[in-house]
């Protein structure tokens, strides 16, 4: 038991570091201020959400449906997180050599990586089902005993299940791409081809969701079978039944427990064949290419090489462009039939001029919901690691460095959104000003979403790391970049349903246009100012 | 010529580098001593800019590495003590991005790339990815990328550790070949008979703090350079 508390402490440290900030409080309060402001803000917009929701179901006392769809929601979303974050957190870890050479038993290695799978998705989780229950707690018809035991239990259990289906299917992720030569490739592959399943798959609940707000009589029921712990949280949140508690607790164990054992079956051949594979030594006699190429050059290819040979980082980062070009594809071939969605009276009975008169406005929408749901900087200093050192000692300056990073991501983003413009104006016939400016937007927007991740992992480096997912989807920078996307996604839905209308198209375009070369400029500036601090203070 | 002057370094209240001053002139090999975490490698990444320090100054060839850190990365070369490359990367187009970084010319990368791949047995290995790897393969590959720009000062940390016999050999070849075109090479070691034949001035540094500096004969005199190493530490 001692091992394995040692173990699970020294595997923890590195993550924990950020509260052991050895220097005055000041710096402290300012290092662990802006992770918990932003937890917090996200734990209100949960809070609002989840009051809107209530307000709407509580007249016909069904408060436990948004129980459920909240669990739902939150627990879909780890499993799709969870899926490629496993391959990374669970297989080509860094300390794998040295924990195979101490006396552990090979589970007992395994189980720590999973627990600390699941304190991060503990922490993910409560971030949603914290501010529900509080929720709950006004609009409630009653309060049930033993409501806060029963809360607490289920907090503690609800990543459970998400995580136990990510880890067997990033196993079989890892089992197929272990078996092919370019495993990296595969991995992406796959990985993204199990996204779409699991995104189509929950796409296609949305017609048993409508049925289940309908016959409210069999609700309860119909969760439980469509996803258990949905189901008994909302019915424990009506009225405390220990035998249902107890199953359901035993229910997790058991789940944990079969888990790890069909995990444990293949995870430590599947670990070493993907070992083998990356350590066969490659006959390559082919003939030596000496190149020359511009500073500027040269840093984008290396930044560009280290994008593609990171899955988790391709998908984290190409997964909303992905959509993106899957949206505009749909709109464009079927925009008729989205536009009687659009403007049915018995749907969103949006009117049709509205819509015609604005696709442009739509446009600048859909591109702004993209870049800045599209977070690539704000790992690209962490994953550096302890290469940092080979950047610091050439003679280059750090702007340099920076530039060449914000360029990379500008490099990704920017072609697939030009593209998915240009073939939205070949659709809509959009006027060749507004074009103009969209076309400027498309760069000018996901600069901001760029600038905002550097300077925020400049300020939240996590140079030490056992894998890169822990980087790309579990640090703090990661968070809070994640975060200001999505307050910035709200919010430039919020501008344009207040301005949609009322303002001529072009005026919106032109003045979007300023404001966000302002933005950038200010961001820049900020960028040369204390992110060449912060990027000299880097060390390892 | 590399001036340390009055260099101090901390690490929260921790002095890692206190008050430290000498200098290195043309031609000099120089080898730099001291036990675990007396702060060699501190001093190393300070004087190839990869760390800020608190006091002092660090003036390569007239130029502050606090004020023009550019041009004096510009003439100098580093080898860290683990060998860290971007290891995804083929070896030669690591090779190839250090080179640019230097703005090496075609020519000269040609020239040294093929030379120092020849000598480090390293040629036929070139176009496979780093990760594939040996440690001391990948040392080597630090080390062609390192020579490949003609550096004017070397400064290397620990270079031996892993190397096999042959490729020790070699570079200790190299470096008397730079120190007869007047090049600097400064480097830290803990292999003291190595560092006794080869290098013309040592300096041995204890907790942080400079404790001798001059020319090899000066502090070993009759005895052996471990000999006096081990009496300075015993003090």
Redesign the interface.
């Given at each position: 038991m001692k091992k394995l508390y040692s173990l699970i402490k020294a595997c923890m440290s590195s993550d924990m570091s950020l509260f052991k900030i050895?220097?005055n409080k000041k710096s402290k309060l300012s290092k662990i201020g802006l992770p918990l402001l932003f937890s917090f803000f996200l734990m209100f917009t949960i809070w609002v959400y989840a009051n809107a929701l209530f307000e709407q179901f509580t007249p016909f006392h069904l408060q436990f449906i948004v129980i459920s769809l909240v669990v739902f929601f939150t627990s879909i979303m780890t499993i799709v997180e969870g899926i490629y974050k496993t391959s990374s957190l669970l297989y080509n870890c860094k300390d794998d050599q040295l924990l195979l050479s101490l006396p552990i038993k090979k589970r007992t290695i395994l189980f720590v990586r999973i627990l600390k799978f699941y304190l991060f998705e503990l922490i993910y989780n409560s971030m949603f089902i914290i501010p529900l229950i509080i929720a709950y707690l006004r609009w409630a018809d009653k309060i049930p005993e033993h409501f806060f035991l029963t809360s607490i239990i289920m907090i503690l259990t609800l990543p459970i299940i998400p995580i136990a289906i990510s880890c067997i299917i990033g196993g079989i992720i890892s089992n197929i791409s272990s078996r092919f030569k370019h495993k990296k490739i595969t991995q992406t592959i796959v990985s993204i081809i199990f996204l779409v399943l699991v995104l189509y798959a929950s796409y296609n609940l949305e017609n048993i969701i409508n049925y289940l707000v309908k016959n409210a009589s069999s609700i309860n029921d119909i969760i439980t079978k469509l996803y258990y712990p949905a189901g008994i949280f909302a019915s424990l949140a009506v009225k405390f039944n220990l035998t249902d508690l107890l199953i359901y607790i035993i229910v997790n164990i058991v789940v944990f427990t079969i888990t790890i054992y069909l995990l444990n079956i293949s995870y430590f051949k599947i670990n070493s064949r993907l070992k083998s594979i990356?350590?066969?030594?490659?006959v390559?006699?082919?003939k030596?290419?000496?190149?020359?190429?511009?500073?500027n050059?040269?840093l984008i290819?290396?930044e560009l090489?280290?994008f593609l040979?990171t899955p988790v980082f391709i998908i984290n980062a190409g997964f909303g462009l992905v959509l993106y070009l899957i949206a505009v594809i749909i709109i464009t071939i079927k925009f008729d039939s989205l536009l009687k969605v659009l403007v049915d009276p018995n749907g969103l009975n949006i009117k049709k001029e509205l819509i015609l008169n604005n696709t442009s406005v739509m446009i600048l929408l859909l591109v702004s919901v993209t870049s800045f749901m599209t977070s690539i900087s704000n790992s690209l200093i962490s994953l550096e690691g302890?290469?940092i050192?080979?950047l610091?000692?050439?003679?280059?300056?750090p702007k340099r460095i920076l530039d060449s990073k914000i360029n990379t991501c500008l490099f990704i983003t920017s072609p697939i959104l030009l593209l998915g413009d240009i073939v939205l104006f070949i659709r809509f016939k959009i006027k060749i000003l507004e074009a103009i400016l969209l076309l400027l937007l498309s760069i000018l927007i996901p600069l901001v979403s760029h600038l905002v991740g550097l300077i925020i992992n400049l300020k939240y480096p996590k140079l030490d790391y056992e894998n890169q997912a822990e980087v790309i989807k579990q640090s703090t920078s990661s968070f809070i970049s994640v975060t200001i996307g999505m307050i910035l996604c709200a919010l430039s839905y919020y501008l344009v349903l207040k301005v949609i209308g009322k303002v001529q198209p072009l005026l919106i375009l032109s003045v979007t246009t300023l404001v966000f070369i302002i933005i950038d400029l200010i961001l820049y500036l900020y960028l040369n100012k204390v992110g060449i601090k912060e990027f000299?203070?880097l060390?390892i | 010529m590399i001036e340390i002057k009055n260099v101090t370094k901390k690490y929260g209240d921790k002095k890692a580098i206190d008050d430290v001053s000498f200098t290195v002139d043309d031609g000099d090999i120089f080898a730099f001593i001291g036990h675990n975490g007396a702060g060699k490698t501190t001093l190393i990444k300070s004087i190839v800019g990869i760390h800020d320090f608190d006091s002092g100054d660090i003036i390569i060839d007239g130029k502050s590495i606090k004020t023009d850190a550019v041009a004096c990365k510009k003439i100098m070369a580093y080898v860290p003590d683990n060998p860290e490359t971007y290891e995804h990367m083929k070896a030669i187009d690591y090779i190839n991005f250090i080179c640019d970084m230097y703005e090496v010319s075609k020519e000269t990368r040609e020239k040294n790339i093929i030379k120092y791949a020849k000598i480090f047995e390293m040629e036929d290995k070139l176009n496979d990815t780093i990760d594939s790897y040996s440690h001391g393969m990948k040392q080597k590959i630090v080390l062609i990328s390192a020579l490949a720009h003609d550096p004017k000062i070397l400064i290397m940390d620990e270079p031996f550790v892993g190397l096999d016999p042959k490729a020790v050999f070699d570079i200790k070849e190299i470096l008397n070949k730079m120190v007869k075109e007047k090049k600097i090479v400064f480097y830290s070691t803990h292999i003291l008979d190595v560092a006794e034949k080869l290098c013309s001035r040592v300096a041995i540094i204890k907790n942080g703090k400079l404790i001798k500096s001059g020319s090899m004969k000066e502090i070993k005199g009759d005895k052996s350079l471990e000999k006096v190493f081990m009496e300075l530490e015993d003090k």
């Amino acid at each position: 038991m001692k091992k394995l508390y040692s173990l699970i402490k020294a595997c923890m440290s590195s993550d924990m570091s950020l509260f052991k900030i050895k220097t005055n409080k000041k710096s402290k309060l300012s290092k662990i201020g802006l992770p918990l402001l932003f937890s917090f803000f996200l734990m209100f917009t949960i809070w609002v959400y989840a009051n809107a929701l209530f307000e709407q179901f509580t007249p016909f006392h069904l408060q436990f449906i948004v129980i459920s769809l909240v669990v739902f929601f939150t627990s879909i979303m780890t499993i799709v997180e969870g899926i490629y974050k496993t391959s990374s957190l669970l297989y080509n870890c860094k300390d794998d050599q040295l924990l195979l050479s101490l006396p552990i038993k090979k589970r007992t290695i395994l189980f720590v990586r999973i627990l600390k799978f699941y304190l991060f998705e503990l922490i993910y989780n409560s971030m949603f089902i914290i501010p529900l229950i509080i929720a709950y707690l006004r609009w409630a018809d009653k309060i049930p005993e033993h409501f806060f035991l029963t809360s607490i239990i289920m907090i503690l259990t609800l990543p459970i299940i998400p995580i136990a289906i990510s880890c067997i299917i990033g196993g079989i992720i890892s089992n197929i791409s272990s078996r092919f030569k370019h495993k990296k490739i595969t991995q992406t592959i796959v990985s993204i081809i199990f996204l779409v399943l699991v995104l189509y798959a929950s796409y296609n609940l949305e017609n048993i969701i409508n049925y289940l707000v309908k016959n409210a009589s069999s609700i309860n029921d119909i969760i439980t079978k469509l996803y258990y712990p949905a189901g008994i949280f909302a019915s424990l949140a009506v009225k405390f039944n220990l035998t249902d508690l107890l199953i359901y607790i035993i229910v997790n164990i058991v789940v944990f427990t079969i888990t790890i054992y069909l995990l444990n079956i293949s995870y430590f051949k599947i670990n070493s064949r993907l070992k083998s594979i990356t350590t066969v030594k490659k006959v390559n006699n082919n003939k030596i290419v000496i190149r020359k190429n511009s500073i500027n050059n040269s840093l984008i290819k290396k930044e560009l090489s280290t994008f593609l040979e990171t899955p988790v980082f391709i998908i984290n980062a190409g997964f909303g462009l992905v959509l993106y070009l899957i949206a505009v594809i749909i709109i464009t071939i079927k925009f008729d039939s989205l536009l009687k969605v659009l403007v049915d009276p018995n749907g969103l009975n949006i009117k049709k001029e509205l819509i015609l008169n604005n696709t442009s406005v739509m446009i600048l929408l859909l591109v702004s919901v993209t870049s800045f749901m599209t977070s690539i900087s704000n790992s690209l200093i962490s994953l550096e690691g302890k290469n940092i050192n080979i950047l610091k000692s050439l003679p280059i300056s750090p702007k340099r460095i920076l530039d060449s990073k914000i360029n990379t991501c500008l490099f990704i983003t920017s072609p697939i959104l030009l593209l998915g413009d240009i073939v939205l104006f070949i659709r809509f016939k959009i006027k060749i000003l507004e074009a103009i400016l969209l076309l400027l937007l498309s760069i000018l927007i996901p600069l901001v979403s760029h600038l905002v991740g550097l300077i925020i992992n400049l300020k939240y480096p996590k140079l030490d790391y056992e894998n890169q997912a822990e980087v790309i989807k579990q640090s703090t920078s990661s968070f809070i970049s994640v975060t200001i996307g999505m307050i910035l996604c709200a919010l430039s839905y919020y501008l344009v349903l207040k301005v949609i209308g009322k303002v001529q198209p072009l005026l919106i375009l032109s003045v979007t246009t300023l404001v966000f070369i302002i933005i950038d400029l200010i961001l820049y500036l900020y960028l040369n100012k204390v992110g060449i601090k912060e990027f000299k203070k880097l060390s390892i | 010529m590399i001036e340390i002057k009055n260099v101090t370094k901390k690490y929260g209240d921790k002095k890692a580098i206190d008050d430290v001053s000498f200098t290195v002139d043309d031609g000099d090999i120089f080898a730099f001593i001291g036990h675990n975490g007396a702060g060699k490698t501190t001093l190393i990444k300070s004087i190839v800019g990869i760390h800020d320090f608190d006091s002092g100054d660090i003036i390569i060839d007239g130029k502050s590495i606090k004020t023009d850190a550019v041009a004096c990365k510009k003439i100098m070369a580093y080898v860290p003590d683990n060998p860290e490359t971007y290891e995804h990367m083929k070896a030669i187009d690591y090779i190839n991005f250090i080179c640019d970084m230097y703005e090496v010319s075609k020519e000269t990368r040609e020239k040294n790339i093929i030379k120092y791949a020849k000598i480090f047995e390293m040629e036929d290995k070139l176009n496979d990815t780093i990760d594939s790897y040996s440690h001391g393969m990948k040392q080597k590959i630090v080390l062609i990328s390192a020579l490949a720009h003609d550096p004017k000062i070397l400064i290397m940390d620990e270079p031996f550790v892993g190397l096999d016999p042959k490729a020790v050999f070699d570079i200790k070849e190299i470096l008397n070949k730079m120190v007869k075109e007047k090049k600097i090479v400064f480097y830290s070691t803990h292999i003291l008979d190595v560092a006794e034949k080869l290098c013309s001035r040592v300096a041995i540094i204890k907790n942080g703090k400079l404790i001798k500096s001059g020319s090899m004969k000066e502090i070993k005199g009759d005895k052996s350079l471990e000999k006096v190493f081990m009496e300075l530490e015993d003090k």
